[in-house]
């Protein structure tokens, strides 16, 4: 019979392994099948590898308060099984909001960039996270222009919405201050 598992790596991605064999990403096997990412408050400095894109079966991924910095990549939006937590806060994200988070429909809770640099406008995709309940927060960045109108699609939301401390301007739209006053108390 052929026997091809021993000393082969069957069941992961060619060249993960060594790419995440780096100091930064101690505990990752390659495995796709991984479904929760825990990497916050590790001292990580870099960007994100877009070789996380791969990891197509991760419900949750945290990687906040670290040192990461450059551009969300937009691999991130091909994790579509992500149900609750994908937290980037408290690093040194210079780029926009990726609009690729709004492909990202399961997200219930917690899609939290806050405490970076982000710049550029709101992604109006952020509209198509229906399922949110709660823990949408891009405050403390240097995000710019209008709120979009999608975000009144957010109708279950019920707590921390939050948008302080960006460069945002206009009236807030009519559908988004109809949300429930505990999610408009935090422009």
Do not use: H
């Amino acid at each position: 019979g052929w026997e091809v598992t021993t000393g082969n790596s069957l069941g992961t991605i060619c060249g993960w392994q060594s790419y995440m064999a780096d100091s930064r990403f101690p505990t990752m096997d390659g495995l796709v099948s991984t479904t929760s990412l825990a990497y916050g408050s590790q001292g990580l400095t870099g960007t994100v590898p877009t070789e996380f894109g791969i990891m197509t079966e991760v419900t949750q991924l945290y990687l906040q308060s670290n040192d990461l910095s450059g551009v969300f990549p937009t691999e991130v939006g091909t994790l579509t099984k992500v149900q609750r937590s994908l937290v980037f806060r408290d690093n040194s994200f210079t780029s926009s909001i990726p609009t690729e988070f709004g492909n990202l429909l399961d997200l219930s809770a917690e899609l939290d960039v806050a405490e970076n640099a982000l710049t550029g406008a709101i992604p109006t995709e952020i509209g198509n996270l229906v399922e949110m309940s709660s823990g949408l927060d891009l405050g403390s960045n240097r995000v710019f222009g209008r709120v979009p109108t999608e975000l009144g699609n957010l109708v279950g939301m019920r707590t921390n919405f939050i948008l302080v401390s960006n460069e945002l301007c206009a009236d807030v739209p009519t559908q988004v201050q109809a949300l429930s006053s505990s999610v408009t108390d935090r422009w």
